[in-house]
């Protein structure tokens, strides 16, 4: 099985900045696509943001474009989205997922994999 574990949320002021981590085990990612995804109460989970393992093609949601920014590192199977000028609607439980495809979308159900989630406040 593939495991991932989220970390870096936590609480900030509107115009923070805030970088989550996403460990992977498991297996190699070389043909994997992984992503960043949010839920906040009440409203349908939706990406934010994803990348392609092998190639580094990255997609944005609109919300978010500017402002977060995915990566990742190879060797250590860790995924990275570095979020800055952070709004009070960016608050959401944000989780990582990952898929056995190179092709990243934006689809909740493409992905087979998933953390447990980490919680991201942005208060005004």
């Known amino acids: 099985q593939v495991q991932l574990v989220e970390s870096g949320g936590g609480l900030v002021q509107a115009g923070g900045s805030l970088r989550l981590s996403c460990v992977a085990s498991g297996r190699t990612f070389s043909n994997y696509a992984m992503g960043w995804f949010r839920q906040a109460p009440g409203k349908v989970r939706e990406f934010v943001a994803g990348?392609?393992?092998?190639?580094?093609?990255?997609l944005y949601a609109d919300s978010v474009k500017g402002r977060f920014t995915i990566s990742r590192t190879n060797a250590k199977n860790t995924m990275y989205l570095q979020m800055n000028s952070l709004k009070p609607e960016d608050t959401a439980v944000y989780y990582c997922?990952?898929?056995?495809?190179?092709?990243?979308?934006?689809?909740?159900?493409?992905?087979?994999?998933w953390g447990q989630g980490t919680q991201v406040t942005v208060s005004s």
């Open positions: 997922a990952a898929r056995r495809n190179n092709i990243v979308v934006v689809t909740t159900t493409a992905y087979e994999y």
């Open positions: 990348i392609s393992w092998s190639s580094g093609r990255t």
